[in-house]
């Protein structure tokens, strides 16, 4: 209890605008990074389990329903950066009311859209199962899965959007140890579940739901707790129309780009499936490899985010953009320490999660080529996150839009049908939506120019909302 306590203490925000910019930078990723490796646990633990101790055909269903989950939950986090930047602005410009009525906003919104996100996913799970051309051996637990993962999303929902509120005011370290706790509690659930219970690919999804809900009851402890201009009340729940209106400006061009861009892996998945369990097993160990490789850059990239979005509600132009700079040659020094490792020992990164020499050969095939291009992502990952900070984020929609769903689809296509119907090809279909998403978003970042966002102006001054330090 006196840890608890100790944990969702009331204040830890950090005023980015003055000080050390690499300092702020640094000590705001590294717990968000390795706050991301332990959210990432979730579903390798999952895969882990069931590909050691339940069968292959679970292993690949549990790993291969991931742009399914991306689909919906890419929206609502897309939409909930909207959140976090419109906060981040206000913070910065010590337009304290303004905050309190955006969280209040945002908290209402998860709230509704968890519900709906609850049905919808239930709803969509057996079609999209079909719809990625999954084994027949795989759809039961496919779909067993996902059915009991989206029954507690708004588990997932609420530690997202709370976590997201703390860090727009700078603090990272609270969302961090809640993620610890909960991937922690998630993998002894999986052991107990599937060991003790039998309870095989249903196991792991319940021990992820359970997790998920102790890291949103957390977080929201957290926000009743604080004194600050984030403090959360639930007689003040209400959607604020002004606020809806600059969360929806902000969030939904990055809703629409991790919606569409999740929707369009499920068939770069169907691609995969094609070529049997043993290569969409192959490609789910490379998968979860993926995503520890991206963490480095993406917690860059939030830093960055939160970083831009306070300067520029002071602003701080210059800062904003040293602070910039800075984060895109921190992603990408990581980048490279992380990826040395994973090349040399790829096979035994696969095997850890499938021991079977099928998939052995095929995930350190994908590992092996796909991943010295990792590098190119740390310049969309940064600059994108620069724009959404400074409120732009219609820009990094349409770019990535073009790189990852209608260039990434067109080359598909042509490369199955006039190339070369192997397996390789296809994989190489990441890579070049990285080069060209790199490419486009460098050159449109090094002619944008950084101002100070109008989301803090317009009503605002207008209406003469003044600074208040503390919730009334």
Same mark, same amino acid.
């Given at each position: 209890?006196?840890?608890?306590?100790?944990?969702?203490?009331?204040?830890?925000?950090?005023?980015?605008?003055?000080?050390?910019?690499?300092?702020?930078?640094?000590?705001?990723?590294?717990?968000?990074?390795?706050?991301?490796?332990?959210?990432?646990?979730?579903?390798?633990?999952?895969?882990?389990?069931?590909?050691?101790?339940?069968?292959?055909?679970?292993?690949?269903?549990?790993?291969?329903?991931?742009?399914?989950?991306?689909?919906?939950?890419?929206?609502?986090?897309?939409?909930?950066?909207?959140?976090?930047?419109?906060?981040?602005?206000?913070?910065?410009?010590?337009?304290?009311?303004?905050?309190?009525?955006?969280?209040?906003?945002?908290?209402?919104?998860?709230?509704?859209?968890?519900?709906?996100?609850?049905?919808?996913?239930?709803?969509?799970?057996?079609?999209?199962?079909?719809?990625?051309?999954?084994?027949?051996?795989?759809?039961?637990?496919?779909?067993?899965?996902?059915?009991?993962?989206?029954?507690?999303?708004?588990?997932?929902?609420?530690?997202?959007?709370?976590?997201?509120?703390?860090?727009?005011?700078?603090?990272?370290?609270?969302?961090?140890?809640?993620?610890?706790?909960?991937?922690?509690?998630?993998?002894?659930? +999986?052991?107990?579940?599937?060991?003790?219970?039998?309870?095989?690919?249903?196991?792991?999804?319940?021990?992820?739901?359970?997790?998920?809900?102790?890291?949103?009851?957390?977080?929201?402890?957290?926000?009743?707790?604080?004194?600050?201009?984030?403090?959360?009340?639930?007689?003040?729940?209400?959607?604020?129309? +002004?606020?809806?209106?600059?969360?929806?400006?902000?969030?939904?061009?990055?809703?629409?780009?991790?919606?569409?861009?999740?929707?369009?892996?499920?068939?770069?998945?169907?691609?995969?499936?094609?070529?049997?369990?043993?290569?969409?097993?192959?490609?789910?160990?490379?998968?979860?490899?993926?995503?520890?490789?991206?963490?480095?850059?993406?917690?860059?990239?939030?830093?960055?985010?939160?970083?831009?979005?306070?300067?520029?509600?002071?602003?701080?132009?210059?800062?904003?953009?040293?602070?910039?700079?800075?984060?895109?040659?921190?992603?990408?020094?990581?980048?490279?320490?992380?990826?040395?490792?994973?090349?040399?020992?790829?096979?035994?990164?696969?095997?850890?999660?499938?021991?079977?020499?099928?998939?052995?050969?095929?995930?350190?095939?994908?590992?092996?080529?796909?991943?010295?291009?990792?590098?190119?992502?740390?310049?969309?990952?940064?600059?994108?996150?620069?724009?959404?900070?400074?409120?732009?984020?219609?820009?990094?929609?349409?770019?990535?839009?073009?790189?990852?769903?209608?260039?990434?689809?067109?080359?598909?296509?042509?490369?199955?049908?006039?190339?070369?119907?192997?397996?390789?090809?296809?994989?190489?279909?990441?890579?070049?939506?990285?080069?060209?998403?790199?490419?486009?978003?460098?050159?449109?970042?090094?002619?944008?120019?950084?101002?100070?966002?109008?989301?803090?102006?317009?009503?605002?001054?207008?209406?003469?909302?003044?600074?208040?330090?503390?919730?009334?």
């Amino acid at each position: 209890m006196t840890a608890i306590k100790h944990l969702i203490r009331p204040r830890r925000d950090v005023d980015m605008t003055e000080g050390p910019i690499i300092r702020h930078i640094i000590m705001f990723a590294i717990p968000l990074l390795i706050g991301n490796i332990f959210q990432q646990l979730y579903n390798t633990v999952d895969t882990w389990v069931v590909g050691n101790y339940v069968s292959n055909e679970a292993f690949s269903a549990v790993g291969t329903v991931g742009p399914i989950i991306n689909m919906l939950i890419g929206f609502f986090l897309g939409l909930s950066s909207g959140a976090g930047v419109v906060i981040s602005q206000y913070y910065g410009a010590k337009k304290y009311d303004r905050v309190q009525d955006t969280v209040h906003t945002a908290i209402l919104m998860t709230l509704i859209l968890g519900v709906i996100f609850t049905f919808l996913g239930i709803g969509m799970a057996p079609f999209m199962v079909r719809f990625m051309k999954t084994p027949e051996s795989v759809i039961p637990e496919s779909t067993a899965y996902l059915t009991i993962y989206f029954s507690g999303v708004i588990g997932l929902m609420l530690y997202n959007i709370g976590s997201g509120i703390l860090r727009a005011v700078g603090d990272s370290q609270r969302p961090f140890y809640f993620l610890v706790v909960s991937a922690v509690l998630n993998t002894v659930l +999986d052991l107990v579940f599937v060991l003790a219970f039998d309870m095989g690919v249903e196991g792991v999804a319940l021990a992820t739901i359970i997790a998920q809900c102790t890291s949103a009851v957390l977080v929201i402890i957290t926000l009743m707790r604080t004194d600050t201009c984030i403090h959360l009340s639930w007689q003040k729940l209400k959607i604020h129309r +002004d606020m809806m209106k600059k969360i929806i400006r902000v969030g939904i061009p990055a809703a629409i780009q991790m919606a569409i861009t999740s929707f369009s892996n499920v068939f770069v998945q169907s691609y995969i499936n094609y070529f049997g369990a043993d290569v969409m097993s192959g490609w789910t160990a490379y998968s979860k490899i993926d995503q520890l490789l991206f963490l480095p850059m993406q917690s860059i990239s939030l830093a960055s985010t939160t970083f831009v979005g306070q300067n520029l509600g002071q602003n701080q132009v210059e800062r904003a953009r040293r602070g910039v700079s800075l984060s895109l040659m921190l992603a990408v020094v990581s980048t490279v320490i992380v990826m040395i490792p994973v090349l040399i020992f790829s096979g035994g990164f696969v095997a850890f999660f499938n021991d079977k020499p099928e998939v052995i050969e095929y995930g350190t095939l994908f590992l092996h080529w796909i991943t010295p291009f990792y590098v190119l992502c740390c310049v969309n990952q940064v600059y994108s996150g620069a724009l959404r900070g400074a409120g732009n984020s219609r820009a990094p929609m349409i770019i990535m839009l073009a790189s990852f769903v209608v260039f990434r689809q067109i080359y598909l296509f042509v490369t199955a049908n006039f190339i070369s119907n192997t397996v390789l090809p296809i994989a190489m279909g990441y890579p070049a939506g990285w080069l060209l998403c790199s490419t486009l978003t460098f050159f449109y970042f090094k002619h944008a120019k950084l101002s100070k966002s109008r989301l803090v102006e317009d009503s605002d001054d207008a209406a003469g909302v003044n600074p208040r330090p503390a919730r009334s």
